[in-house]
């Protein structure tokens, strides 16, 4: 069974610093997707940024990047010129690819503070 | 504006007192899914269905109904809840077999059952 591992339960940092947040995944498929959540306070879960595992290069949105090691399984997200409107949890997710089920997986979640 | 919507967004109600929360998107999206989000859990999902009047159980079915009549909606109904269904649910909705990678979530129903 595939799972899902954010290691950081909470971080913090000041405005306009960058901040990288962990995750790592187990699974025995070659072709799957991943994907970082953002859940602010509002509680509305909004897809931030999505990586196919068959694609060696990172995915980007804005400030927003990953960093995507297949071998070792890791998916990071770097956050850039961090804002205050980025506060909220974030959740790293994994979807196999071809699954029927189209069930995202979802790790734990990291509760990100932007500081002024 | 393309979205999901979800009613109610929040919810008291009583042990055993059945109740349904629905679902609407205006995408014309193929795949729906309900999902619950626990402390410490992370989000798991209910039930999901694939196109209408197909419908399967997820990782937690237990305790929910679904149905899929239209396109459009796809209501979760708790026929006798109880406390330990006491949550916030998401539902989801993608556009189809090719493309439910991209899921896009609704608002969120508190649900608390006394």
């Known amino acids: 069974a595939q799972t899902v591992t954010q290691s950081q339960p909470e971080m913090s940092v000041q405005e306009a610093e960058t901040v990288t947040l962990s995750c790592t995944y187990d699974?025995?498929?070659?072709?799957?997707?991943l994907f970082w959540y953002k859940q602010p306070p509002s509680r509305q879960m909004i897809l931030v940024i999505r990586?196919?595992?068959?694609?060696?290069q990172n995915a980007t949105e804005n400030r927003f990047s990953v960093n995507f090691q297949k071998a070792a399984k890791s998916f990071s997200l770097k956050i850039s010129d961090s804002q205050l409107g980025d506060t909220a949890m974030y959740f790293c997710?994994?979807?196999?690819?071809?699954?029927?089920?189209?069930?995202?997986?979802f790790g734990k979640g990291t509760k990100l503070s932007v500081k002024p | 504006e393309a979205q999901v919507t979800q009613n109610p967004r929040y919810l008291i109600t009583v042990t055993g007192k059945k109740l349904t929360v629905t679902c609407s998107q205006n995408?014309?999206?193929?795949?729906m899914s309900w999902y619950r989000q626990d402390p410490g859990l992370g989000l798991r999902q209910i039930y999901y269905?694939?196109?209408?009047?197909?419908?399967d159980k997820g990782d937690v079915p237990e305790g929910y109904k679904v149905s899929r009549k239209e396109k459009r909606n796809f209501p979760l109904i708790l026929e006798s809840p109880s406390p330990n269904q006491t949550s916030l649910y998401f539902c989801a909705s993608s556009q189809g077999l090719a493309s439910r990678n991209t899921q896009y979530f609704g608002p969120g129903t508190r649900l608390t059952v006394l």
């Open positions: 699974t025995s498929e070659s072709n799957y997707y």
């Open positions: 990586q196919e595992a068959y694609k060696q």
């Open positions: 269905s694939m196109n209408v009047e197909v419908t």
């Open positions: 997710a994994f979807m196999n690819y071809g699954g029927s089920q189209g069930n995202l997986i």
């Open positions: 995408m014309n999206h193929e795949y």
